[in-house]
């Protein structure tokens, strides 16, 4: 099993910054890719930045230039670090990784989802 652990969210102003993060931890042969997703109230989950194995990133156009996705391969954890912060994103953040886990000679791929951190920004 894995677990995905995040922390970072909370309160600011516009214009502010926040930095999320989020830890995988268990049986973990391999991460193919990691992302952060956001769900605000009465919307659908949405995609807000990627980035695989490789180091190729992907970004919601509501975000580019304003948040940077990051990861460190060795410590298992990526990171969403999001500034000039707007009322607009409000939400609850996931974090999600697609990983290959189990021992070498049995791998499986799946999905896994952090529990979500709340973001506020007021106006």
């Known amino acids: 099993q894995v677990q995905l652990v995040e922390s970072g969210g909370g309160l600011v102003q516009a214009g502010g910054s926040l930095r999320l993060s989020c830890a995988a931890s268990?049986?973990?042969?391999?991460?193919?890719?990691m992302g952060w997703y956001r769900q605000a109230p009465g919307k659908q989950r949405e995609l807000v930045a990627a980035?695989?194995?490789?180091?190729?990133?992907n970004y919601a156009d509501s975000v580019k230039g304003r948040f940077t996705i990051s990861r460190d391969n060795a410590k298992n954890t990526w990171y969403l670090q999001m500034n000039s912060l707007l009322p607009e994103d409000t939400a609850v953040y996931y974090c999600?990784?697609?990983?290959?886990?189990?021992?070498?000679?049995?791998?499986?791929?799946?999905?896994?989802w952090g529990q979500g951190t709340q973001v506020t920004v007021s106006s």
């Open positions: 999600n990784a697609d990983v290959t886990s189990g021992p070498w000679y049995r791998t499986a791929r799946s999905d896994y």
């Open positions: 980035i695989t194995s490789g180091g190729s990133t």
């Open positions: 268990g049986s973990i042969f391999r991460i193919n890719a």
